[in-house]
């Protein structure tokens, strides 16, 4: 399981003093293309995908100065998509789950196509650690 960390910073929260529900999506996107630079390396650039439809289940709001830790790994593979779970706690309290489907396309246009063999093995690894 991949781990990002994100502070809440001030311009983040809205008049009831906690975050913005749309800054909950940024964190998100910041996580998973983090991750997948992580995992994906140089090989980064022949790999594309698309956001299909996301969900967020609010647990607890975040705050200023609270240090989001996001939690990042693979729920389910498809053909030609696959759901990307995020969990998000502060000091391992849970504040908030997303899923994210995202389409495999090709590099720089929006052409479906099934998700490259080593990119689901390079995501591999975070699904044999978490197993141990």
Known sequence: MYRHDIRVRYGDCDMQKVVFNAHYLAYCDDAAMCWFSHRLGERMHEFDCM???????WHQPLRLGDVASLECSVSRWGNSSFDVSIRGHVAGEPSFDTTIVYVSTTPGAPKVVPVPEWVRA?????????SQ
Do not use: I
């Open 122 to 130: 390079a995501f591999a690894v975070d699904e044999q650690l978490s």
């Open 51 to 57: 956001l299909k439809s996301v969900n967020v289940v």
